[in-house]
């Protein structure tokens, strides 16, 4: 297992991108570069937990294309609800019954969330709950968490972990210092510094944006009362409270954070907004917001915040989303990610101590990150402050052997209902080796 998988087709492949895409990628996160750089793997194949490259090299994914595939790839009853719609006629511009139904389903998971639009990515569903709180609360100031990642318009960019910090640009160019001016950052889980931000700026402050479980710079829980604190605080000082859930929806069990039951107290963590995308497009392209109904009746045609989209509501990513939810209903589907879970994360901590290699692991339900430090991750700083080498070491080693993991030292392994027993041991079995490797 020393030798190093062919990958010459992706290595062509790559070079050849590059002539005629920037950066050969069209999301940075694609790209090798936090890993040491070098052509990623092109992939031309998906079913279940499998992937093959255009090399025909068989990988275990672990990527589940940053969160969506949470059925595995080409999930037949997913697959029969898109080539139905493709049937159908894909886009139309009018109305149609299937987005009350996703509507509905959503609502129901979500109880938050009174009144719903779609859109068509996890950016948007943010940069728009961005514009009905300014609307409705007339003011404009944003505070954020640092390292939380909320998609890539202007506002959001700043601190904005996973893929900016991997690339090493925290704060994008092309935003005007006008812009970064609105958005204030303070630390996850530290209340206090939320209320000096809140202090400071009382009036100006919009809105309270966070992921209510953090999954951009590694997965972080909220510590006990973090979010019971930050709604009262935010309440207090007239501003509302938005959930990120672009990840969190739909990934730990059938509902969202708000609704987790590993967080306490749900009453008290309710948000007026929340923004979803990812898993309930079921892998085509899609976002969504929803809150309280007299929020929401900010948006036009009912109210003056202006948002719209050609491709909003389409009928394939809408029939793909109904059928991913309905695939997810099935009982004991999350329990069996988590089990998988469990093994593979307790069986790679204790491959990383066999060989005498710090590694945090931190688990919440069937995704987890591994941090290789010694010191637990519970905000933006404790998880840069991990070892990036050793990441980008175990990421080639794994690779090597045919497991795909999200190449960037902040990214989650998924779970997916398609994963067997097998591939675990068999990711398990390239851990040690990879450790062994790392070790010598
Ligand atoms: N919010 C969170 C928490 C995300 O993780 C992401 C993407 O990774 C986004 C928003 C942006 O979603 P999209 O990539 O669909 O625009």
């Known amino acids: 297992m020393t030798q190093s998988m062919n990958r010459t087709r992706s290595a062509e492949l790559y070079e050849e991108a590059l002539k005629h895409i920037v950066g050969g990628v069209n999301s940075p996160s694609r790209s090798f570069k936090a890993v040491g750089g070098g052509a990623p793997v092109f992939m031309k194949q998906a079913r279940g937990a499998h992937f093959w490259d255009a090399d025909g090299n068989q990988y275990i994914d672990y990527l589940a294309a940053f969160g969506p595939i949470i059925t595995g790839h080409a999930h037949p009853h997913i697959t029969k609800a898109i080539t139905s719609a493709a049937e159908n006629g894909v886009l139309y511009g009018t109305p149609t019954e299937l987005e009350i139904q996703l509507a509905k389903m959503l609502k129901d998971a979500i109880p938050s969330m009174d009144k719903v639009r779609f859109v068509n990515s996890g950016t948007e569903a943010v940069m728009t709950t961005i514009r009905v709180a300014r609307a409705y609360t007339e003011r404009s100031k944003i ?72 999954g951009n710079f590694g997965m972080v829980m909220p510590k006990p009362g973090f979010l019971e604190g930050l709604c009262k605080l935010a309440r207090a000082n007239g501003s509302l409270v938005i959930y990120d859930e672009v990840i969190t929806a739909f990934r730990f069990h059938y509902g969202s954070a708000q609704t987790y039951p590993g967080l306490l107290n749900h009453e008290a963590i309710q948000p007026d907004l929340t923004a979803l995308g990812k898993i309930i497009g079921g892998g085509l392209p899609i976002g969504a917001y929803g809150g309280r109904k007299e929020i929401m009746e900010q948006v036009a045609p009912l109210g003056p915040a202006y948002q719209a989209g050609t491709m909003a509501g389409n009928p ?57 430090c010694s010191h637990p991750v519970t905000n933006y700083e404790e998880a840069q402050d991990t070892d990036g080498e050793a990441f980008a070491a175990f990421f080639r080693h794994m690779l090597d052997q045919g497991i795909l993991l999200a190449a960037s030292k902040y990214e989650a392994w998924f779970l997916t209902t398609a994963h067997q027993a097998a591939d675990i041991d068999q990711t398990l079995a390239a851990a040690e080796e990879a450790f062994r490797r790392m070790a010598a």
């Open 143 to 214: 505070i954020k968490f640092a390292g939380c990642y909320h998609g890539h318009s202007d506002l959001v960019l700043v601190a904005a972990g996973s893929g900016p910090s991997t690339l090493g640009i925290p704060d994008s160019a092309g935003i005007p210092p006008s812009i970064a001016h609105e958005v204030i950052t303070v630390p996850f889980n530290d209340l206090e510094a939320l209320q000096e931000a809140l202090e400071h700026w009382g009036d100006d402050v919009a809105a309270v944006m966070v992921e209510p479980i953090v």
């Open 316 to 372: 394939a990513s809408i029939a793909s989303g109904i059928a991913c939810l309905e695939v997810l209903q099935t009982e004991g589907v999350y329990e069996e990610m988590e089990r998988l879970a469990i093994k593979l994360a307790d069986g790679l901590q204790a491959s990383a101590q066999r060989h005498g290699i710090p590694l945090m692991i931190n688990r919440i339900s069937g995704a987890f990150s591994t941090h290789f």
